[in-house]
């Protein structure tokens, strides 16, 4: 039984991982219609920058929250205005090529500006053990199950209440109506890319505390987009469902089957559940009329 329950608290641990990024691909195709391939290595540089930070300040907690944060936010619409805003109005295949382009780029930028090797964060706090009953599970690991839960009901009322949020939903839904209705699609889409910034980098950072940091981070995000896929792509809460799901599913098929399905187990899930749901668990079927 000890070894289940540890299973699934690393399982959620890792899940709240994926939840987050998948948000943050939710995010982004709920407000502007876009898939952001380039999601998970946004995410793998911010935990750079933060570990830049973190060597600077003795590993400061705070300072390295604030200061990762803010480059996210800060990375995130500099990538929006100069390669993303351009292509508004091109076909949507070619945005998301810009997109795999783009992390293309950002893989080898992180070899070329840090290096190649893994490196520990250096933040003592986060790394510390935490006993919980039968379990020991790291601050980091504690931190990201945390944040996921707030951002889901961050998300939820942001969406539900705000009249931004509305106007987020129906940029997606129909940007050129909603120009014509008064909203101002830049706005929302800089508004989109700089919270799925915050949410990608958030989990990257916690996800590098509690493991490593090094060039293959950027796998997070290969790794949530089924989560994404298997929510719904236009469901943010539905994606955090989703990252959970995969996570816990892929530790315990790896701790009781094989550690070589487990790379595959949140793809089996995706198959099975597409075949019931094509839309995913909690996206909305679009009916078309021709």
Same mark, same amino acid.
């Given at each position: 039984? *000890?070894?289940?329950?540890?299973? @699934?608290? =690393?399982? @959620?641990?890792?899940?709240?991982?994926?939840? +987050?990024?998948?948000? *943050?691909?939710?995010?982004?195709?709920? *407000?502007?219609? @876009? %898939?952001? &391939?380039?999601?998970?290595?946004?995410?793998?540089?911010?935990?750079?920058?933060? /570990?830049?930070? =973190?060597?600077?300040? !003795?590993?400061?907690? &705070?300072?390295?929250?604030?200061? $990762?944060? #803010?480059?996210a936010i800060v990375f995130a619409l500099a990538v929006e205005r100069i390669a993303i805003r351009p292509m508004m109005n091109e076909p949507i295949l070619s945005?998301?090529?810009?997109?795999?382009?783009? $992390?293309?780029?950002?893989? $080898?930028?992180?070899? %070329?500006? /840090?290096?190649?090797?893994?490196?520990?964060?250096?933040?003592?706090?986060?790394?510390?053990?935490?006993?919980?009953?039968?379990?020991?599970?790291?601050?980091?690991?504690?931190?990201v199950i945390l944040f996921l839960f707030a951002a889901i009901v961050a998300m939820w009322a942001f969406f539900r209440y705000s009249r931004f949020g509305v106007?987020?939903?129906?940029?997606? *839904? !129909? !940007?050129?109506?909603?120009? +014509?209705?008064?909203?101002? $699609?830049?706005?929302?889409?800089?508004?989109? /890319?700089?919270?799925?910034?915050? #949410? =990608?980098?958030?989990?990257?950072?916690? &996800?590098?505390?509690?493991?490593?940091?090094?060039?293959?981070?950027?796998?997070?995000?290969?790794?949530? &987009?089924?989560?994404?896929?298997?929510?719904? #792509? !236009?469901?943010?809460?539905?994606s955090a469902v989703g990252g959970l799901v995969v996570g816990i599913t892929e530790n315990l098929v790896g701790g009781y089957l094989s550690s070589g399905l487990?790379?595959?187990?949140?793809?089996?899930?995706?198959? #099975?559940?597409?075949?019931?749901?094509?839309?995913?668990?909690?996206?909305?079927?679009?009916?078309?009329?021709?």
């Amino acid at each position: 039984m *000890s070894y289940l329950v540890n299973l @699934l608290a =690393s399982g @959620l641990a890792v899940g709240a991982v994926y939840g +987050l990024i998948a948000m *943050s691909f939710a995010i982004i195709y709920k *407000s502007t219609g @876009l %898939l952001n &391939f380039a999601q998970g290595e946004m995410a793998m540089i911010t935990a750079y920058v933060a /570990w830049s930070i =973190s060597t600077s300040v !003795d590993g400061n907690p &705070f300072i390295v929250a604030a200061g $990762s944060i #803010l480059f996210a936010i800060v990375f995130a619409l500099a990538v929006e205005r100069i390669a993303i805003r351009p292509m508004m109005n091109e076909p949507i295949l070619s945005q998301i090529m810009v997109t795999i382009g783009l $992390s293309v780029i950002f893989r $080898s930028l992180v070899i %070329l500006v /840090w290096d190649g090797l893994p490196h520990g964060m250096g933040i003592p706090a986060g790394d510390a053990l935490v006993t919980l009953g039968d379990v020991r599970v790291r601050v980091a690991q504690i931190g990201v199950i945390l944040f996921l839960f707030a951002a889901i009901v961050a998300m939820w009322a942001f969406f539900r209440y705000s009249r931004f949020g509305v106007a987020m939903r129906a940029v997606a *839904s !129909d !940007d050129g109506t909603a120009q +014509l209705m008064g909203v101002n $699609s830049g706005k929302v889409q800089m508004a989109a /890319w700089g919270a799925a910034a915050v #949410l =990608s980098g958030v989990a990257g950072v916690l &996800f590098a505390i509690g493991a490593e940091l090094s060039p293959s981070l950027y796998a997070l995000g290969l790794k949530a &987009f089924p989560a994404t896929i298997l929510g719904g #792509l !236009d469901a943010i809460i539905g994606s955090a469902v989703g990252g959970l799901v995969v996570g816990i599913t892929e530790n315990l098929v790896g701790g009781y089957l094989s550690s070589g399905l487990k790379e595959v187990a949140g793809f089996v899930i995706i198959i #099975l559940i597409l075949m019931i749901r094509p839309y995913g668990l909690f996206g909305e079927k679009r009916i078309e009329r021709l």
